[in-house]
Nanobody, 124 residues
Framework: QVQLVESGGGLVQAGDSLRLSCAAS????????MGWFRQAPGKEREFVAAIAWSGGSTSYADSVKGRFTISRDNAKNTVYLQMNSLEPEDTAVYYC?????????????????WGQGTQVTVSS
């Protein structure tokens, strides 16, 4: 079992930055690939970014490439999402997820554990 707790969300203006954190507890964190997903009101949950257990491989949705950076600190059992140049279209609840796999996936069905989410609101 893995427990995930997100933090760092908030209300910002377009062009601002935020850093989300996801603290994990429970089973060995380093055995999990980690992902960030988001869900805007009235929309499906969508993939944002993922990182392999080692941190050596990452993947991003086209909509965030060049603006968002995913990273992890295995010593702190924490994964981060640095979000720069935020746009109103980035407004959503952001979820952290853990995938007991050596590979990274963009399909939410591959993920085993989910956090409760943190709200990010970007005003224009």
């Amino acid at each position: 079992q893995v427990q995930l707790v997100e933090s760092g969300g908030g209300l910002v203006q377009a062009g601002d930055s935020l850093r989300l954190s996801c603290a994990a507890s429970g089973r060995t964190f380093t055995r999990y690939a980690m992902g960030w997903f988001r869900q805007a009101p009235g929309k499906e949950r969508e993939f944002v970014a993922a990182i392999a257990w080692s941190g050596g491989s990452t993947s991003y949705a086209d909509s965030v490439k060049g603006r968002f950076t995913i990273s992890r600190d295995n010593a702190k059992n924490t994964v981060y999402l640095q979000m720069n140049s935020l746009e109103p279209e980035d407004t959503a609840v952001y979820y952290c997820a853990a995938d007991f796999s050596r590979y990274i996936h963009s399909d939410s069905s591959e993920y085993d554990y989910w956090g409760q989410g943190t709200q990010v609101t970007v005003s224009s």
